[in-house]
């Protein structure tokens, strides 16, 4: 802080603006540091960027207006739910915010200070602007407080830019004693002594900023350079300042962010000249500057240096009145400053007023794909409302505001999130509280997924049970129940029934029924279905419903659908040992799962394309996945994940870790009740020479398991001979 960042920045934006280039300058608020896409709004609102919009498709117009509306302040349309749901549409949008920048035909510089304050949001998509080639140049240049790495998300983020070289980052050092004494040459027209010089680096370290601060406060006063120490420097300036102006400048400080004339006279006890007139002397003495239609600090720690000066009573009166002023001045577009209000309102002790805001805020990050912002803002409602009497609608409020988070978490975090099956265990609770059987239907589905992702197959099971007994009269809620069941029962080898449950689910899904994690009921169930049918002997049966999956998919044009529906066709392929196949969906799958960021899935591609792969580095790529999958706490399948390990063991001829890798798999097939795989697995493990005796709870799950493989195996037979009967 304080270093010559943004002076540096200044300049080199002066002399590319010379060269007939486009320069955009935004920055990073600590206060509002969770305002998704903010500087990527500040940016879009120049107005060359904005004719460049207007240039663009319509399909790609749509994607920039949910940031920044259509004309002048328009509210982003509360397209929330869809937003979060329809997670996979975020690559699309940030697809659209990159054509904006690249559709200008001039070289493009855009600026932003503090990026230590940035949202995760932004830095995402300026990971994707900085992968995308245009036909114009384009630069952009981020300042940060090195400092503040270790408390933000800025570090490991340059790092991944930088490995990927679309970052370089270049260190500024405070001045040497030789630099120091130039600028004090300059700024009191005359050379200063050694001693002095001394005094100054011993108490500003070089540091430009407080040399200036030091060296303007020695100019107004006789004599040579008192020493102070760096808060001191900006304390002391602060001080000299009228009692209205330090009024002024306290309420400034509790903006938080850039401000204008309008606020702080509607915020103020002073009368509108007096509030212009001490403006007037803070921008003479270079506290405050011009910053678009308003103000600002000259400098981010004057800012600091003014809050700090006020007293927890004062901060607290002041930051209402700025929320009430927010609220007036904004009242037709409060969307726009919803987060501001929020973290007013609530710094103001104010919140029953905060809890609308920060719902409007989180809504508003959804409509972006903002998932960590959105899920911020609503843990802070969850917060909120903890404070408040125990009573029935407090308890609705909080269902409220948990129905809103779960979306979005889901698509942070994954499935198996430990927080995510918190949340919708509560969610649970509050409507068995409640009486509301529709919100814990919905609930347990919700419930089934996380468990079965994580591994606790029977859990799962029950979940499934539960959804089915709370559907009442909603088909839509049946549906999913029906897959629950059907998929836990697939898992713990209970065929028949998992075969009749899929059925049900295909029947009485709508052509619009959404699982809680974003696909489509129908396509869900008839993907998943397939390996049933395989299980039970219907090949044929089992190609047809991975199809059927597929085509349906593609018909109504989802791509997270899709990809759900093509992750089931590779295991179909597989276990049906169409290599082909299976090669053809891996290569649209890892496109898709790389075009929308789906994490879960990409792995699922990574471990099939490993298998086919057959080599060694087939097994390198195959474990990676599986350790990814692991890591997410996703230990769904682990059982058939680890056997097509073995079996990349068994073609490169190492029995030893093939037989350890069975050994694994059936461990882990007991203990997770995941069994669906487990005949397959000790077959193979049959063929192989003991390496020991298993233990008894092992021997048990064998028997078990050679019972389940010879009904199996009976069942396919007598399939077989059906099929030839009727020939």
């Known amino acids: 802080a304080g270093v010559g960042k943004t002076r540096l920045v200044t300049e080199v934006a002066g002399s590319v603006r010379r060269r007939d280039a486009i320069v955009v300058a935004t920055r990073c608020f600590a206060a509002t540091r969770a305002v998704p896409l903010a500087p990527v709004a500040d940016w879009l609102r120049s107005p060359l960027l904005r004719m460049a919009t207007r240039r663009l ?59 230590q304050w940035c949202d995760k949001a932004t830095m995402s998509w300026l990971s994707l602007l900085m992968s995308s080639r245009g036909s114009a140049p384009l630069l952009v240049i981020a300042t940060a407080r090195s400092e503040e790495f270790d408390t933000s998300d800025l570090a490991g983020w340059l790092d991944g830019m930088r490995a990927a070289g679309q970052a370089e980052l270049m260190t500024l050092g405070n001045l040497s004693a030789q630099d120091a004494a130039e600028l004090a040459k300059e700024v009191l027209g005359h050379a200063v002594g050694e001693e002095d010089l001394d005094l100054l680096m011993s108490t500003t370290s070089g540091n430009p900023f407080f040399l200036l601060e030091a060296l303007r406060a020695s100019s107004s006063t006789p004599g040579s350079v008192e020493p102070a120490d760096v808060r001191g420097v900006l304390d002391d300036r602060l001080s000299r300042l009228t009692g209205p102006a330090r009024e002024v400048i306290a309420l400034a400080s509790m903006v938080g962010r850039d401000f204008t ?100 805020a989180a809504r508003q990050a959804a409509v972006v794909f903002a998932h960590p912002e959105a899920v911020r803002f609503w843990q802070r409602c ?41 949340y919708e265990r509560r969610a649970d ?55 629950a069941l059907a998929g836990s029962s697939l898992s713990l080898g209970l065929l028949p029934r998992a075969d009749e449950h ?61 990809t759900v529906a093509l992750s089931y066709a590779a295991l179909t392929q597989q276990i049906t040992g169409n290599i082909t196949s299976l090669c053809d969906v891996l290569a649209e799958l890892t496109e898709l799962c790389g075009r929308y960021d789906f994490a879960y899935y990409r792995q699922w591609a990574i471990v099939f394309t490993g298998w086919a792969q057959g080599d060694a580095a087939g097994i390198r790529s195959a474990r990676a996945g599986i350790a990814s999958l692991t890591h997410e706490g996703a230990l769904a399948r682990m059982p058939y994940w680890l056997s097509l390990i073995a079996d990349l063991h068994h073609r490169q001829g190492n029995s030893a870790a093939e037989i350890a890798t069975l050994d694994a798999a059936a461990s882990i097939a007991t203990e997770h009740d995941d069994v669906w795989w487990l005949p397959e697995v000790l077959r193979a493990r049959a063929a192989l020479a003991p390496s020991s005796r298993p233990d008894g709870r092992l021997e048990q799950a064998a028997t078990l398991a050679r019972l389940q493989s010879s009904t199996m195996l009976l069942q396919r037979c007598r399939a077989d001979l059906d099929a030839r009967a009727r020939s």
């Open 429 to 483: 609770v509050l409507g068995e509280r409640l009486g509301l059987d529709e919100i814990r239907g919905t609930a347990a589905i919700a419930l089934f997924a996380t468990t079965f992702v994580q591994g606790h197959t029977a859990e799962a099971c029950e979940w499934g049970k539960q959804a089915l007994t709370l559907s009442g009269q909603r088909p839509e809620l049946a549906a999913q129940a029906h897959l």
């Open 57 to 115: 498709d319509p399909v790609w117009r749509a994607e920039v207006e949910r940031l920044v509306p259509a004309g002048d302040g328009g509210s982003v349309p509360n397209s929330g739910f869809r937003a979060k749901v329809d997670a996979w549409q975020r690559s699309r949008f940030f697809e659209g915010l990159v054509r904006a920048f690249l559709a200008v035909d001039r070289p493009v510089l855009l600026t932003v200070d503090d990026l």
């Open 261 to 360: 004339l309008d606020l702080l006279i509607e915020a103020s006890d002073l009368g509108e000249d007096t509030v212009v007139r001490q403006v007037d002397e803070l921008w003479r003495r270079r506290i405050l500057q011009e910053h678009g239609r308003g103000y600002d600090f000259a400098h981010d720690l004057l800012r600091e240096a003014a809050y700090r000066m006020m007293s927890p009573p004062r901060r607290w009166l002041l930051h209402r009145r700025v929320a009430q002023a927010l609220e007036l001045l904004w009242s037709g577009h409060l969307d726009e400053v919803a987060a501001q209000l929020a973290e007013q309102y609530d710094r103001g002790g104010r919140p029953e007023r905060a809890l609308p805001f920060y719902e409007r």
């Open 502 to 562: 899929f059925q049900l689910a295909c029947d009485l899904a709508g052509e619009s029924d959404s699982l809680p994690i974003g696909t489509r009921t129908e396509v869900h169930a008839r993907a998943w279905w397939a390996h049933a049918r395989w299980l039970l002997g219907d090949e044929i049966g089992a190609l047809a419903a991975s199809a059927g999956a597929v085509e349906a998919a593609r018909l109504i044009n989802h791509p997270y659908s899709l």
């Open 382 to 422: 969850l917060a909120l409302l903890g404070e408040l009497p125990a009573s029935s609608e407090r308890d609705r409020r909080e269902l409220g505001v948990l129905q809103e988070l779960l979306p979005p978490l889901n698509a942070w975090h994954g499935y198996a999130s430990a927080e995510l099956e918190g």
